[in-house]
């Protein structure tokens, strides 16, 4: 489990190089970008406005973990603001719906799926499925530990 986690730790940085590079370079003249790696979204409106507003004053992104219940809110602003959210979806595994989540999430282009609160061990092959399937995606996935 410790190499597991060592792994993924790996392949989330990495994926956070790649998409500074990717959505925005960094010239010298800059601040240093910040990389908010574990923000819950918000509800409404208002909170996007506030993140976008604080965030690209201080040259930040966030990686914003989605619950369903604020998926298109979140989805419309990481399309609007590419250069501040990072969209993740939050996802409780054993929900009978954690499959289809994950699913919905994926085709939605969020970056990584944020597991949390199992009623088991994480390495507990009943979450193997979801794990492999993450993996085939592309998904980061961080663990609630």
């Not at 590079?21 to 409106?45: C, F, M, N, Y």
């Not at 085709?107 to 507990?124: E, L, R, T, V």
Request: charged fraction near 25%.
């Amino acid at each position: 489990m410790k190499a597991a986690k060592q792994i993924n730790s790996l392949v989330f940085s990495i994926l956070i190089f790649a998409l500074v590079v990717l959505v925005r370079p960094i010239s010298a003249a800059e601040k240093p970008l910040l990389i908010d790696a574990h923000h819950h979204s918000g509800r409404t409106q208002e909170w996007v406005d506030d993140l976008v507003k604080t965030y690209r004053a201080n040259n930040a992104m966030a990686c914003v973990l989605t619950r369903m219940q604020d998926f298109e809110l979140v989805k419309e602003a990481a399309a609007k603001y590419p250069d501040v959210i990072i969209p993740y979806g939050h996802v409780t595994p054993d929900d009978p719906n954690a499959v289809r989540e994950i699913e919905q999430f994926y085709k939605a282009g969020f970056y990584g799926i944020k597991f949390h609160s199992p009623d088991k061990n994480w390495d507990d092959p009943k979450y193997h499925q979801l794990y492999r399937m993450c993996e085939y995606m592309g998904l980061v996935m961080v663990f609630h530990t």
